[in-house]
């Protein structure tokens, strides 16, 4: 992290939120974007220059994306980007599977008409970003797509658990976009798991949801 003192893009800003807490979703996002790659430093006077805010609220920062497995504090070397190895990827999708799986299975049991109809149009906004090709667009348009996915559950505690591994999920899908071939059969995927939610078949989109992410999974695992 050189010539921190003079990058502003980062610089959190005085709001109501407390420093800390922006602190925080500031060094998430350079985490989950790449920004700030697997096993690189986090010194502490770079990222006060770099954020303009206090030692303090960066040490409050770095203790709260421990906790979340997005750092490791190493003895007399400091904190630093965690690595996410094949066994840690393996666990994510394995939960990832299981939860995805039981919210499409809930979502065709108890969402709206009105909900099916934003998650059809949710699925069509996101074959036209993954048509454009842009990480950044499709990763805005899955989001959409889970959030309207889990408002259909009527289940808050899935979102809860989801939530908790949100920011690894975003860095292992930013591996499986990297191969177009993934792209593609991916949104195929989604839209056989949209097709089977608006026949209202709750197996079949339990299974598709699942195999989804065992195919996401096995993209990813090979590439870590």
Partial sequence: MTEAANDQSMRVTGVAAPVRRQVAKVLRGAITSGRFAPGQRLV???LCELLGVSRPSVREALRELESEGLIEIIPNRGPSVRSLTPADAASVY???AALEALAARLFVECASDDQVTQLSR????LALAYRAQDVER???AKQVFYDVLLDGTGNNVIRSLLRSLN??????RRLTLASPARARQ????????LAAIKRRDAEEAYRLSQHHIEQAAKI???DL
């Fill in 122 to 125: 949710a699925v069509a906004d």
């Fill in 138 to 140: 499709i990763l805005a």
């Fill in 44 to 46: 502490e006077k770079d």
């Fill in 220 to 222: 990813a695992l090979k």
């Fill in 186 to 193: 991916s949104i195929r995927e989604i839209r056989s798991l």
């Fill in 94 to 96: 394995q939960v990832r």
């Fill in 167 to 172: 920011d690894r999920i975003t860095m292992l």
